[in-house]
């Protein structure tokens, strides 16, 4: 059996995780008023800080994908390359968009569960840390593997140096995608 498809099963398996976890976080008691309160706050606060950050980042992202996609009519780059590049971009911030919902949501639950036990406050902590971490890890490894896929099928008739040579830089560049991103949009 092909390793990519062991992958593209981990990756599935790691957002069905994810999403169990942010089920389960949801389902935990909000607290008082007051806690309530201080948390829409603090995500409508997360949200508009968000919106603007990645209108920033959206912008820098254009600008690259327009010079890389030069750089591909020029015949300096596959053109594949400008799109993992976007696509790297748009599942890194997904996955931060995704990480903050679930940090906020999980803000007034996690501060609810500690109030009752140590042990419950942490139950929650971490189940809403394990969102994002089982999210940037599916989510990568599910673009990658869909990229593999692509590349591999459009590159077959390639000799196996060239096409390993091609799949490579269009998936480094989708890791820069993911980086920048990552990079350009943390506070």
């Known amino acids: 059996m092909n390793v990519m498809y062991v992958v593209a099963i981990g990756s599935i398996a790691a957002l069905i995780y994810a999403a169990c976890m942010f089920v389960r976080v949801k389902g935990q008691p909000e607290g008082s008023a007051g806690m309530i309160k201080i948390s829409t706050a603090v995500r409508k606060g997360a949200g508009a ?33 400008p799109f993992a590049f976007l696509t790297g971009g748009f599942f890194s911030g997904l996955s931060g968009f995704i990480g903050m919902r679930t940090a906020t949501m999980a803000n007034c639950r996690t501060a609810e569960g500690a109030s009752r036990s140590l042990n419950k406050g942490l139950k929650v902590a971490f189940s809403a840390g394990s969102v994002m971490g ?8 599910l673009d990658l593997t869909i ?21 490579t830089a269009n998936m480094l560049t989708f890791g820069m995608g993911a980086s920048t991103q990552a990079l350009y949009a943390s506070p």
């Open 134 to 141: 089982f999210t940037v890890g599916g989510l990568g490894l």
């Open 147 to 167: 990229w593999y896929f692509i590349l591999n099928t459009v590159f077959h008739s390639l000799p196996e140096t060239e096409r390993i040579a091609q799949i």
């Open 49 to 81: 800080y968000l919106r603007r950050q990645y209108l920033g980042v959206g912008i820098f992202f254009a600008v690259v994908f327009i010079i890389l996609l030069c750089m591909a009519f020029g015949g300096f780059l596959s053109y594949f390359t």
